[in-house]
């Protein structure tokens, strides 16, 4: 027997390593950023004063939680994917990664993507999609790196020196397999034109919210989950240097959890216009997902029970334990949120925002801080970080801050729900504004900023103490080792032992079994016509409102309010009738959302005169005294762009909204007519508005905009239309 010397790539390791700290530490301040404009929404004008009406809505919430979000997922969970993944394939193959070029072109593109996202954000660029708000350039660009990725991961596979594929790597080709066909059908936008950022979704109303929690929800499962599990899969044995503790428990826990996991979307639709088939398959497979991902759990916790021991001593299996028990803990409350119950209580609520922060602060967080620890020691050769000491504090005040944060949302928001559902003796409503219950909670959002700040503190000692370890260390760059150049495939084996030999058909099979549960559940829903009853009153957008509507997405509107009321008494009550499918065949994309931080608006229109909207937009504090609601005084100063209405409006008509050829060709003057309407009737709501604006015109001259051609009176015109056509239909 031969052996031969390789050398394993660090280098990429280590820039991935880099690029996960760096991101992992702005996507924290992102969502500090976020948590305290919810209890200081005057922040921006604190900032910028009257500069606030020109910053374009930079500072704006609705953006920085698009930001927060892609941060946090693609950035930090993203990079830290990519360093364990291509750390430890290259262990586990005893070869070198395929290509050091892909390898780079993969880490460049990845992060060019990040800071695509943050511009375009920032800009107000984006498809209101939930963790897939990106515009179509960037979703091409997601799309090539990701298949460098895999290219590059198969590529490897094939070259190397061990005969199965370990557990981990089942893990990554299922991820891989999965993320592609979930980014590629969720994002089939049409752009208004090619060198234009706008586009479409090709779905609409129903259908797009189907494929977007189909979407949404398993990027939580293939990005969040299924990654990190193979993660856990190598470094947890290695940090502990115990073995798996069961290889038949592993292969249980990888198909079946794949194979469920795709179905369970539909429960974060439950209640609403959705069909009753789906919201019940969501649910019955939420269900069935405890079992495999309880036994991940336990294969993860079995395996550290080698020598607990050791576990209290060494810091770094400290964060692997408590990344596994909220594992579990989110993996049994997830399920138990896709229950008809829990859902009807929790739904729009902050119990939302709780169970996600438990998986991405508590499973990602402290995963990726034992694997970053671990790996600092491995790549620059030290037996022991700089200090243990901080380490420890670390540990501290992450869970400190963990508990912190999501245990105030939890009760918060079962109070929000019950004073949401309370009603007085005569059958009234007991909280008839909206803002009372939201007023009743904000001490809930203090303390969950101070948990907030207490992690990031954590995260800051792990810096330093990284810093300060790589300082005394020497990086190993072409880190040799000896192997034998081949192997001998034994097909005398079981049918999973010769499949882990066969990366190809892996990959395959993988891919069967992530795709039937949306093959199952989506095609009927585009196919089958009475899953969409049609309403012979829902009209197209007019050409104002749907540049209204571009405005409301523009701004992330739809991050603090929904549009679907629920077949509940309260929601009747306080919003009107509940929400119908064919409501929304012409709405691309849905604007549903998952929150309730403000009121549902899917009624909203005529409840209250243009001029209470202008004033609310503009300041809503002078509409409702301790609103949270921030401020958009560039919407009451910008000029609507009318420059691609007829392209958006064209576009439409490929979708199969019936424009005629006269709306078309009329738009200008049609949006005029509406525009001055609504002008006149704010006007004559409030007259003194009107001499404000006769100042402006002395002032700018020929620079003035009349209010009729500005951004608020088209999102104002958007917004005075939601749930009108049911109410004429009524």
């Known amino acids: 027997m031969k052996f031969k010397t390789y050398y394993y790539n660090n280098i990429i390791v280590k820039a991935f390593l880099y690029a996960t700290i760096f991101w992992g530490f702005i996507g924290l301040l992102a969502g500090l950023f976020i948590a305290l404009l919810l209890i200081m929404p005057t922040i921006p004008e604190v900032l910028l004063g009257n500069k606030l009406q020109h910053s374009q809505g930079v500072m704006g919430f609705g953006r920085w939680r698009m930001l927060h979000t892609t941060t946090a997922i693609f950035a930090f969970i993203g990079n830290v994917i990519f360093t364990g993944s291509y750390y430890s394939i290259q262990r586990l193959l005893k070869t070198r990664i395929y290509s050091d070029y892909l390898s780079w072109i993969h880490f460049f593109g990845w992060q060019i993507f990040i800071l695509s996202s943050w511009v375009t954000f920032l800009l107000g660029i984006n498809t209101s999609k939930e963790y897939s708000e990106h515009e179509w350039p960037i979703d091409i660009l997601i799309f090539i790196i990701w298949l460098v990725y895999g290219i590059n991961m198969i590529g490897t596979i094939f070259n190397r020196k061990i005969k199965h594929l370990y557990v981990s790597i089942w893990f ?42 189909w979407y949404g929800h398993n990027a939580v499962a293939f990005i969040l989950t299924t990654p990190i599990l193979g993660l856990m899969y190598y470094f947890v044995p290695k940090a502990s240097n115990q073995p798996v503790f069961s290889y038949k428990l592993s292969i249980i826990h990888f198909w079946s959890l794949i194979f469920i ?82 859902n009807s209580i929790a739904h729009f609520t902050d119990w939302i925002i709780a169970h996600v922060h438990l998986g991405t602060l508590g499973w990602n967080g402290f995963m990726a801080f034992g694997m970053i620890y671990w790996l600092t020691k491995q790549l620059w050769g030290s037996n022991q970080l700089y200090s243990k000491k901080l380490i420890n504090l670390h540990f501290i005040f992450g869970l400190i801050g963990l508990i912190l944060y999501i245990f105030p949302l939890y009760l918060g928001s079962i ?179 998952s929150k309730r931080t403000g009121p549902d608006l899917a009624r909203e229109g005529g409840k209250n005169p243009n001029s209470w909207h202008f004033n609310h937009l503009n300041n809503p504090r002078s509409t409702s005294p301790g609103s949270i609601m921030p401020r958009y005084p560039w919407l009451v100063y910008n000029k609507l762009n009318r420059s691609n209405t007829k392209k958006k409006l064209q576009a439409m008509i490929k979708l199969g909204v019936p424009y005629t050829s006269d ?26 508005l009107k001499m404000e604006m006769d100042i402006q015109k002395k002032i700018y001259k020929n620079k003035f905009i009349p209010l009729e051609q500005r951004e608020v009176i088209a999102i104002i015109s958007y917004l005075q239309r939601l749930g009108i056509d049911i109410k004429i239909n009524k």
């Open 415 to 593: 109070l929000q729900a019950n004073m949401w559902k309370s009603f007085n003796p005569d059958g009234t409503l007991t909280y008839k504004k909206f803002l009372d219950t939201v007023l009743y909670i904000l001490p809930f959002y203090k303390a969950r900023l101070i948990g907030g700040v207490i992690y990031i503190l954590g995260f800051i000692m792990m810096l330093y103490n990284i810093y300060k370890t790589i300082q005394k260390g020497k990086f190993i760059n072409n880190e040799s080792f000896q192997v034998i150049d081949s192997y001998k495939v034994n097909y005398n084996e079981t049918f999973h032992g010769k499949l882990e030999t066969q990366p190809i058909q892996f990959t395959i099979i993988s891919f069967i079994a992530v795709a039937i549960g949306g093959i199952i559940e989506i095609i009927p829903s585009l196919v089958i016509k009475s899953n969409i009853p049609t309403i012979n009153n829902i009209k197209p957008y007019t050409a104002l409102e749907l540049e209204g509507r571009d405005l409301f997405v523009r701004e992330g509107c739809n991050s603090c309010h929904s549009a679907q009321v629920r077949p509940f008494r309260d929601e009747v009550v306080r919003y009107g009738e509940y929400s119908k499918a064919g409501e929304f065949i012409y709405d691309h994309p849905f604007l549903w959302g």
């Open 663 to 688: 709306s078309i060709k009329n738009f200008n003057h049609n949006m005029d007519i509406q525009a001055n309407k609504i002008v006149f009737d704010i006007y004559k709501e409030n007259p003194k």
């Open 172 to 213: 990554f080709l299922g991820t891989w397999v999965a993320v592609a066909m979930l980014h590629v059908f969720n994002n089939l936008e049409l752009p208004i034109e090619l060198l234009s950022f706008k586009s479409y979704s090709i779905y609409a109303g129903v259908q797009d919210a189907l494929m977007q929690w």
């Open 261 to 342: 996991y795709i179905w369970a979307g539909p429960h974060h639709l439950m209640y609403t216009s959705l069909p009753n088939w789906a919201q019940m398959l969501g649910t019955i497979f939420s269900i069935m997902l405890i079992a495999p991902s309880w036994g991940g759990m336990l294969n993860g916790l079995l395996t550290l029970k080698g020598d607990w021991a050791k576990v209290k001593k060494d810091p770094i299996l400290k964060f692997f334990l408590v990344g596994i028990v909220c594992y579990g803990m989110a993996t049994f409350e997830g399920p138990m949120l896709a229950t008809k119950t829990l």
